[in-house]
């Protein structure tokens, strides 16, 4: 069975704060991405990963960075938190099949940033 | 235009008809798409993914795709309250290699 999990459903952080968010899949999928997810904008592409130490910008990735040491692990990084950053944060991850990715969600990260 | 456009509802349907969701898009070379199911504060959850022109159906859930026309449905049969959720639809873009979503449908079947 599919399996995502992210270490925080919830996390209050202080502006400023450096902020990590972990994502492991058991999947042996070589990519994963993150999201973030604001009422009325959707889902939003942060970064992706298409393999180990490989990483690729989505379509905000400002103020975000990440990390893919292991094959099973991507982790979404906030530098320096702002209130702009609270948001529901998704990982997710896919197996490559030439053009038929199924991606399969993480549970989710709600995070405040005061 | 948005590469995936829906409705954003609330499509509002009773208990027992039948739910129509509506996706279309503008990448002619999508091949792949997929529709997800979210329950409020929860994350999206894959219902079915369909490649192929035509109709795939997976117990009360059929998804229809028509490439000429570009556009993509769910259809839920018999729909029930816990059905209650917002819809999204998906492409897969082959050219960037990322998953373009919708804004989502909310549907709300009333007992």
């Known amino acids: 069975d599919v399996k995502v999990t992210q270490s925080s459903r919830y996390l209050v952080k202080r502006t400023g704060e450096k902020v990590f968010l972990e994502c492991v899949q058991d999947m042996d999928h070589e990519n994963m991405f993150w999201y973030r997810q604001d009422p009325g904008l959707g889902l939003r592409l942060i970064y992706f990963?298409?393999?180990?130490?490989?990483?690729e910008k989505g379509d905000i990735p400002e103020g975000y960075s990440v990390s893919r040491e292991k094959k099973e692990r991507f982790s979404l990084i906030l530098e320096s938190a702002s209130t702009n950053q609270t948001s529901m944060y998704l990982c997710a991850s896919s197996l490559f099949t030439g053009g038929k990715e199924t991606q399969y969600f993480g549970p989710g990260t709600r995070l405040l940033v005061l | 235009q948005k590469e995936v456009e829906q409705n954003s509802g609330p499509l509002s349907v009773p208990e027992g008809a039948i739910a129509s969701l509506n996706c279309t898009y503008s990448d002619r070379g999508s091949q792949s798409f997929f529709w997800y199911r979210q329950y409020s504060g929860k994350s999206p959850e894959l219902i079915m993914f369909?490649?192929?022109?035509g109709d795939k159906e997976d117990g009360r859930f059929t998804a229809q795709l028509n490439k000429a026309s570009q556009y993509v449905s769910l259809l839920i049969r018999d729909s029930q309250p816990s059905d209650s959720a917002t819809y999204l639809c998906a492409m897969y873009s082959g050219n960037t290699g990322k998953l373009i979503f919708g804004q989502g449908t909310t549907l709300q079947v009333k007992p």
């Open positions: 369909i490649y192929s022109n």
């Open positions: 990963s298409y393999d180990v130490k490989m990483k």
